[in-house]
């Protein structure tokens, strides 16, 4: 049995600013430093409850945050970007029983949230699916689904859990801390928080059989409200995409289809800056 850890930063318990999440920022080390023990209390309860090989992706900004001597070595780490599947990246290279999401946050414009956005925190306002707005958190789970790969577990803030509670059925939560503003957060002490990953790691993986796979079927329609019209002129671009002011649409046969151009618009959007 194998278990895929996708980690973001933005969650981790101890983690509230920008500073402590940009590389090259005073208190980026900070960040690293929790974000690499958090990955390895999910390693750690993966291990717990039985897992063969654990597979970790670094999930944050330029996707080389953990600090690889310092990761759990029973783990197999995929560092770096850009690659097809993102905050993904290696769940289609093998039959993994269930997927968990450590330190995860809302979607963009989610009052009281930690460091809330979708996929990008300055070209994006809000992302839909077939006109819902949704969280990095379904829009990988839906990447699990096309690989038939269930999520087990969320972890993050009580706003980000409150969301994977409500859209992704069986799934687990851990709030590592409360969200009082985009860069405000009462959090549990991080070893308290661990603590609760590791044993609800377990539990989501001694679990995993009973999980369904979050599953996108038929067409699947992406649209993206961009911050500003220079951006929204480049993302524009790419045949088949509709466009409405700063809002810009694709219609894929398929959910990675749909995701790609998700993808395409966020390289495009950066161009723009
Ligand atoms: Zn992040």
Same mark, same amino acid.
């Given at each position: 049995?194998?278990?895929? &850890?996708?980690?973001?930063?933005?969650?981790?318990?101890?983690?509230?600013?920008?500073?402590?999440?940009?590389?090259?920022?005073?208190?980026?080390?900070?960040?690293?430093?929790?974000?690499?023990?958090?990955?390895?209390?999910?390693?750690?309860?993966?291990?717990?409850?039985?897992?063969?090989?654990?597979?970790?992706?670094?999930?944050?900004?330029?996707?080389?945050?953990?600090?690889?001597?310092?990761?759990?070595?029973?783990?197999?780490?995929?560092?770096?970007?850009?690659?097809?599947?993102?905050?993904?990246?290696?769940?289609?290279?093998?039959?993994?029983?269930?997927?968990?999401?450590?330190?995860?946050?809302?979607?963009?414009?989610?009052?009281?949230?930690?460091?809330?956005?979708?996929?990008?925190?300055?070209?994006?306002?809000?992302?839909? &699916?077939?006109?819902?707005?949704?969280?990095?958190?379904?829009?990988?789970?839906?990447?699990?689904?096309?690989?038939? &790969?269930?999520?087990?577990? $969320?972890?993050?803030?009580?706003?980000?859990?409150?969301?994977?509670?409500?859209?992704?059925?069986?799934?687990?939560? $851990?709030?590592?801390?409360?969200?009082?503003?985009?860069?405000?957060?009462?959090?549990?002490?991080?070893?308290?928080?661990?603590?609760?990953?590791?044993?609800?790691?377990?539990?989501?993986?001694?679990?995993?059989?009973?999980?369904?796979?979050?599953?996108?079927?038929?067409?699947?329609?992406?649209?993206?409200?961009?911050?500003?019209?220079?951006?929204?002129?480049?993302?524009?671009?790419?045949?088949?995409?509709?466009?409405?002011?700063?809002?810009?649409?694709?219609?894929?046969?398929?959910?990675?289809?749909?995701?790609?151009?998700?993808?395409?618009?966020?390289?495009?959007?950066?161009?723009?800056?």
């Amino acid at each position: 049995m194998d278990v895929f &850890i996708s980690i973001d930063m933005e969650g981790v318990a101890g983690v509230a600013t920008r500073e402590q999440c940009r590389r090259g920022a005073d208190d980026y080390g900070i960040g690293r430093r929790l974000m690499t023990a958090e990955a390895n209390a999910a390693v750690a309860g993966a291990v717990d409850a039985g897992a063969d090989q654990v597979v970790v992706r670094d999930a944050h900004g330029d996707m080389a945050n953990l600090l690889p001597d310092e990761l759990d070595r029973r783990a197999e780490l995929i560092i770096g970007s850009p690659s097809a599947h993102a905050m993904m990246e290696g769940i289609d290279t093998r039959p993994f029983a269930v997927a968990l999401f450590v330190g995860y946050h809302a979607a963009a414009g989610v009052e009281a949230a930690v460091l809330a956005h979708t996929y990008s925190g300055t070209s994006f306002h809000d992302v839909r &699916i077939d006109g819902r707005s949704v969280t990095e958190a379904e829009l990988n789970a839906w990447l699990a689904g096309e690989y038939g &790969i269930p999520v087990g577990l $969320v972890t993050g803030d009580d706003r980000i859990c409150a969301v994977a509670e409500a859209r992704l059925p069986g799934v687990r939560t $851990v709030k590592v801390k409360r969200g009082h503003g985009f860069t405000v957060a009462a959090s549990r002490h991080p070893e308290d928080a661990r603590a609760a990953i590791r044993a609800a790691a377990a539990d989501a993986v001694r679990g995993a059989p009973e999980l369904t796979p979050t599953v996108a079927s038929g067409p699947v329609t992406i649209e993206v409200d961009l911050t500003d019209l220079r951006r929204a002129d480049l993302c524009a671009l790419p045949p088949h995409v509709e466009r409405d002011g700063r809002t810009v649409r694709y219609t894929g046969e398929r959910y990675l289809d749909a995701f790609h151009c998700l993808r395409t618009w966020l390289h495009l959007a950066a161009a723009a800056r």
